[in-house]
């Protein structure tokens, strides 16, 4: 399960990550749409988010520091639900170009429930890894104390263990 | 130096040694791991980073240094007029007797659509000398390009290449090699060089263009546009107004497959 866990929660950051890297021009109508940032970051966050998800993509997916890439994942999606959260709030139409796309839509075409749902769904599997960081088939496995991937005292290597 | 002292300096030293061999023995193994694992690591998001900015920067700065296309895709009668009259372009022949309003922005890409699909039926009626079309090149996403201004710069030059009788192949022109949105549209200097490689020559142009001449018209010309209810449409959020919008008779026209034919009757 956390094994699943680990890889699906890689699976939605990369394909995430990569569809809005394809289409830089798009990412940066899609973080101006969402209309809290000031002018002058938009670029650097278009620019900055896909790498953030492509990052935590592939950490998820060697399985390296699983609980701290969790960690920092689960407050992405945090963040993520926020800016979603708020557009809805003030009634913005916009799609949140999550997996590329975004911008303004038509106001019947908005999905913020789904959008806020799914991104939930996300952050549930990260903090499932946050309690069971350890799973099959990952770097922190190869590099750990023990084969069994049950160890719940692990605490990753950024802490160090001695 | 008594025995005990001499023993109890040896059981240190024994610590210290079986210590220090502990301490070897974690680099061979466990140690090295990390070392290698925090290696490759570093290495792929130092690659990621510079790539994905890399990336990121040349895509977005596609037009950078661009010449943009001068060739014309409609031929135009050589006397159909153009010319400016105040922040719209008027475009026909003299005895034309129905008259299209056009409103667009050159960085949407739905008015890109607009162009290709009803160019071609827009210049037959033109050229037959039936239709007279009013451009109104709007700023309506002025603040999609990055850096933003680009509707509006080349709005401003549509209509001082107007002035220069050449409207139209620069129009054609910007809208064929459309810059995408989020991204950079083309600098003063560039709209500048294809007013030049499509013919104009006065140096009141690029003047025009340098110093916006046309900005603030344009600008009062979108606000009263915008909130015209008689060009309102319902895009999904209640009424609005939108590009392309095409008005006939003081009316919105919709733009079905055979919209032109109907203007004309």
């Keep these: 399960m956390g094994t699943l866990a680990r890889l699906g929660l890689a699976a939605v950051w990369l394909v995430s990550g990569a569809l809005k890297i394809s289409d830089p021009g798009q990412t940066y109508i899609a973080v101006q749409a969402f209309d809290v940032l000031p002018d002058g970051l938009v670029r650097p966050v278009a620019i900055g988010m896909p790498l953030v998800e492509l990052a935590l993509g592939l950490f998820l997916l060697a399985g390296f520091v699983t609980r701290w890439v969790s960690v920092l994942s689960v407050l992405m999606l945090a963040v993520l639900i926020a800016a979603i959260a708020q557009s809805w709030a003030r009634g913005l139409s916009i799609d949140c170009g999550c997996f590329g796309g975004g911008g303004q839509i038509a106001a019947d075409q908005t999905q913020y429930p789904q959008e806020i749902a799914r991104d939930l769904g996300f952050a549930l599997l990260g903090v499932w890894l946050i309690v069971r960081p350890r799973t099959w088939l990952s770097v922190d496995g190869w590099l750990g104390n023990s084969q069994a991937p049950a160890d719940d005292d692990y605490v990753g290597i950024a802490e160090g263990n001695e | ?265």
């Design chain 2, 1 to 265: 130096m008594g025995g005990a002292e001499r023993n109890a300096r040896k059981r240190k030293q024994q610590q210290t040694a079986s210590r220090s061999v502990a301490q070897a023995r974690g680099v061979a193994g466990g140690d090295k791991k990390k070392v290698v694992a925090i290696t490759v690591a570093v290495v792929v998001l130092a690659a990621l980073v510079i790539g994905g900015v890399l990336w990121t920067t040349s895509s977005k700065d596609s037009t950078e240094g661009k010449v943009i296309g001068a060739e014309s895709s409609a031929t135009v009668a050589p006397d159909v007029v153009q010319k400016r009259d105040g922040a719209v372009v008027v475009v026909g022949k003299p005895e034309a007797k129905k008259t299209v309003d056009i409103y667009a922005d050159f960085l949407c890409p739905i008015c890109k659509q607009f162009e290709e699909k009803f160019n071609g039926q827009i210049f037959e009626q033109v050229n037959n000398g039936t239709l007279q079309v009013r451009y109104h090149m709007l700023p309506m996403l002025n603040q999609r390009s990055d850096p933003p201004g680009y509707s509006l710069d080349s709005a401003n030059a549509s209509l001082a290449a107007a002035d220069a009788g050449k409207f139209l192949a620069f129009h054609d022109a910007l809208f064929k090699d459309q810059p995408e949105e989020g991204g950079r549209g083309f600098d003063k200097a560039q709209l500048i060089k294809l007013g030049q490689d499509v013919g104009i020559t006065d140096p009141a142009f690029a003047m025009a263009v340098n110093g916006g001449a046309y900005e603030q018209q344009i600008q009062d010309a979108y606000k009263k546009i915008s909130t015209d209810p008689a060009l309102q449409q319902d895009f999904g959020n209640g009424p609005g107004f939108g590009t392309p919008t095409v008005s006939a008779n003081g009316q919105v026209v919709k733009l079905e497959a055979d919209w032109v034919q109907k203007v004309v009757g």
